[in-house]
T-cell receptor, first 114, second 110 residues
Framework: EPEVTQTPSHQVTQMGQEVILRCVPI?????FYWYRQILGQKVEFLVS????????KSEIFDDQFSVERPDGSNFTLKIRSTKLEDSAMYFC????????????FGNGTRLTVT | GESVGLHLPTLSVQEGDNSIINCAYS??????FIWYKQESGKGPQFIID?????DKRQGQRVTVLLNKTVKHLSLQIAATQPGDSAVYFC?????????FGAGTTVTVRA
């Protein structure tokens, strides 16, 4: 069964550094998403992406965050200057369409900011 | 803010019994609902979904019920197994955004 893959599984970085989290969505999916989950808390929406532009973003997704689909298979989340509170699990997801189509999630990247 | 929530944060169930996990939502404009299962160290895994024009949908060992009048969603798991132990999230979809509730931790007792 096709799946969303994310790399790396764990990323440790120092405060103020830039990080790029990578995702390969399911190949025939057109909609892409990033979510985060702080330890023990619920899954929070960050951003949705379609047709090479952001469709919707949350208040969490401020100017420090950006997304990109650099080629036909990858989808990336960049955090320009990490803060301690950015430490979380980051999940990428994709869906086939916008209507009546479930999101399929990867297993996440655990980001630790020290 | 998030509009999806769950009634109980934890549920303990005897192996073989049926489980019922409840969820309340507040956004009457939501038109699509999904239940996810999350095991430790993994991403949310799709279980079952339901559109707002339906009130019941069945899958393998799972049933989702939707009551739009009271904005309530439930997930029923038949003959609960040890592998069903996980955190269960309901989620509602509006346009490009899927919003998650806080989750219910289900523990299956042998």
């Amino acid at each position: 069964e096709p799946e969303v893959t994310q790399t790396p599984s764990h990323q440790v970085t120092q405060m103020g550094q830039e990080v790029i989290l990578r995702c390969v969505p399911i190949s025939n999916h057109l909609y892409f998403y990033w979510y985060r989950q702080i330890l023990g808390q619920k899954v929070e929406f960050l951003v949705s992406f379609y047709n090479n532009e952001i469709s919707e973003k949350s208040e969490i997704f401020d100017d420090q965050f950006s997304v990109e689909r650099p080629d036909g298979s990858n989808f990336t989340l960049k955090i320009r200057s990490t803060k301690l509170e950015d430490s979380a699990m980051y999940f990428c997801a994709s869906s086939e369409s916008i209507m009546w189509s479930p999101l399929h999630f990867g297993n996440g990247t655990r980001l630790t900011v020290t | 803010g998030e509009s999806v929530g769950l009634h109980l944060p934890t549920l303990s169930v005897q192996e073989g019994d049926n489980s019922i996990i409840n969820c309340a939502y507040s956004n009457s404009a939501s038109d699509y609902f999904i239940w996810y299962k999350q095991e430790s160290g993994k991403g949310p895994q799709f279980i079952i979904d339901i559109r707002s024009n339906m009130d019941k949908r069945q899958g393998q060992r799972v049933t989702v019920l939707l009551n739009k009048t009271v904005k309530h969603l439930s997930l029923q798991i038949a003959a609960t197994q040890p592998g069903d132990s996980a955190v269960y999230f309901c989620a509602e979809k509006n346009d490009y955004k899927l919003s998650f509730g806080a989750g219910t931790t289900v523990t299956v007792r042998a």
